[in-house]
């Protein structure tokens, strides 16, 4: 393995000789857990940065490079004791994405976004000239650059904060039968400072669960340990689903399980290919038997390779807390889908790619806002579809929301550049050369042409796009893909880790 130094320096002799000749280029990272579309074009490889550099316990600190998923940094800091403030619940999200995303997670409540837990790093700008950023050095790209997608430079080293760990998450399953009740007990929840970890889920208008979770050694004698990453074990969403109503309940999860407890079925996305096929059942032995194809690092390359994604809607939208309920309203009526996840978020200060929202004119205040994972099938209809997300975002921003960068976005440019400060962020780009970069607007936009020309293919080369052949061929990628292998070996990892700790 050559020194992190070394690949620094191939990546940056690489941006220069770019840069140069005024050539825009992307980061190929390896693997992704993006939901846009891929795009052509010139790249600079930065996948050999997927190293966890050192773990200190002394300065509660990690060093790693950007390319480390979520399941091996944990792997890593428990083995010290540690855990960081904000894991992303899929293995497979890295820290460079989760600090070049809107990363967060049930923590986010009390710790904020992932890029909000990250005490410095090193960044290649577009000149190939090589720096640190941190609050006290260059803190205007230490900020510009959480949440800009890359769109300022390559993020190479990354220091991360750290937090003593337990054994277990205490998880209390809470539930209400409306959402009004749901979100009012999850913003109250997040306000007990005993609570480690606050989210829920909608299944439907009349039957709302929130979880609070709290770190801890201690299990009753009466008790055994819930599990979600064996083939066997229940999927999360199904397991709270199934609490009995009316009644507290209770689980002890060991932390890694809690981490990543929505990894098996993608929360409940993994159960639209069982929808997709029609002729899989979808019970406890065939997500058995389909098990391996049902964690995220499987799921994410299939959905690319199969071009899934289009029909699909992918979205995390965040909103003031008085704007949820109607918001809900909005998407029950218009697209059925079920379940919601909700996740609580700190407040965050603008400029900013996060979503964020103000109070009123006269204090203007940053506001905590609520996450909600929108996650489902919508019309086959390329038109139909389109509408459908250009119609929900227009209802997003009437009610003073914002999306997680992440999915499709169907902006028009300048209806993206009226949600975001674009001159704080031209400034930036300027002042650190990043002007030969693709925009944060160019990496999210949805090439809607592109979409629609795929109408009027040769009808062989569509039939690879055509039920049932797009899932066989997602399914063929995904099989043959390292992440296959890398998903086997870090399962079983994960899994002797939790027997030791």
């Not at 119609?391 to 902006?411: I, N, P, Q």
Request: hydrophobic share 40%.
């Amino acid at each position: 393995m050559a020194p992190h130094e070394e690949v620094v320096a191939h990546i940056s002799a690489a941006v220069k000789a770019f840069f140069s000749h005024k050539q825009s280029f992307r980061i190929f990272h390896g693997s992704t857990n993006s939901t846009r579309p891929t795009h052509d074009g010139r790249v600079v490889d930065i996948s050999a940065l997927s190293n966890v550099l050192k773990v200190d316990r002394k300065s509660s600190t990690a060093t790693v490079e950007p390319n480390v998923p979520m399941d091996k940094l944990v792997q890593a800091t428990l083995a010290h004791g540690m855990i960081p403030p904000i894991v992303m619940e899929f293995p497979g999200i890295t820290v460079g994405g989760g600090y070049a995303g809107s990363a967060g997670e049930s923590s986010s409540f009390k710790y904020g976004y992932f890029d909000q837990t990250v005490r410095s790093i090193e960044m290649v700008l577009a000149t190939g000239e090589v720096i640190t950023a941190s609050e006290s050095e260059n803190a205007d790209i230490f900020k510009g650059a959480a949440g800009a997608l890359g769109s300022l430079g390559i993020t190479t080293k990354l220091e991360l904060r750290l937090i003593p760990t337990k054994r277990f998450v205490k998880l209390i399953y809470h539930q209400y039968s409306n959402s009004h009740d749901t979100i009012k007990a999850l913003r109250q929840a997040t306000e007990d400072p005993n609570n480690d970890y606050v989210d829920g889920i909608m299944f439907s208008n009349t039957h709302g669960v929130l979880m609070t979770g709290q770190l801890t050694d201690d299990i009753p004698l009466s008790e055994s340990p819930q599990n979600f990453s064996g083939p066997w074990d229940p999927w999360f969403y199904l397991h709270a689903m199934e609490k009995p109503l009316g009644k507290q309940s209770t689980d002890y999860i060991p932390i890694a399980e809690y981490l990543f407890r929505y990894d098996r079925g993608g929360f409940w996305v993994g159960t639209q290919a069982f929808k997709y096929f029609g002729f899989v059942p979808f019970n406890r032995f065939t997500r058995w038997f389909l098990n391996d194809f049902m964690h995220t690092r499987m799921m994410y390359r299939a959905l690319h390779r199969s071009n899934m994604s289009f029909g699909t809607m992918i979205h995390d939208l965040s909103l003031p807390y008085d704007a949820v309920e109607e918001f809900i309203d909005y998407t029950t009526q218009k697209l059925g889908i079920w379940p919601l996840w909700l996740c609580p978020l700190r407040a965050v200060n603008p400029p900013t790619f996060h979503p964020c929202a103000t109070g009123s004119k006269q204090d203007g205040a940053p506001q905590p806002m609520l996450n909600i994972g929108l996650w489902g099938a919508a019309s086959k209809d390329i038109d139909t579809f389109i509408r459908q997300n250009r119609d929900l975002e227009a209802r997003l921003t009437e009610l003073g929301g914002r999306k997680v960068l992440y999915s499709h976005t169907y902006y028009t440019e300048e209806e993206f550049w009226q949600l975001y400060d674009k001159r704080w962020y031209e400034v930036l780009r300027q002042r650190y050369s990043a002007t030969t970069l693709p925009t944060v607007y160019d990496k999210v936009k949805v090439d809607v042409t592109r979409q629609m020309q795929t109408r009027n293919l040769p009808w062989v080369r569509r039939l690879g796009s055509l039920w049932p052949f797009a899932g066989f061929v997602g399914i063929w990628y995904a099989i043959r893909s390292k992440d296959y292998l890398i998903h086997r070996r870090l399962g079983w990892m994960r899994w002797k880790l939790e027997k030791k700790y």
